[in-house]
């Protein structure tokens, strides 16, 4: 596995605003931008691997929802 992709959004259905990020395997936590604070954003991730010019993704994982402090 090379990595995991990470998607934010605002809308539970990840149509519009969708903040993607991907990150390598030993990355535990990060810091993500933009994001409003006192607002609910919905997460999902999934990993990937690449194999030459070719990348293969993963399931998406269950949405969870976060809380900005």
């Avoid at 809308?11 to 994001?35: A, D, H, M």
């Avoid at 999902?44 to 691997?49: A, E, N, Q, V």
Wanted: charged letters at 35%; a positive charge.
């Amino acid at each position: 596995m090379t990595g995991y992709q990470v998607q934010f959004c605002a809308k539970s259905n990840f149509k519009k605003g969708t903040i993607e990020r991907k990150f390598k395997q030993k990355v535990t936590k990060t810091k993500v931008r933009p994001v409003k604070s006192k607002k609910k954003y919905y997460v999902r991730m999934r990993p990937y691997t690449k194999s030459g010019s070719k990348t293969y993704y993963g399931k998406w994982s269950k949405v969870k929802s976060v809380k900005i402090k």
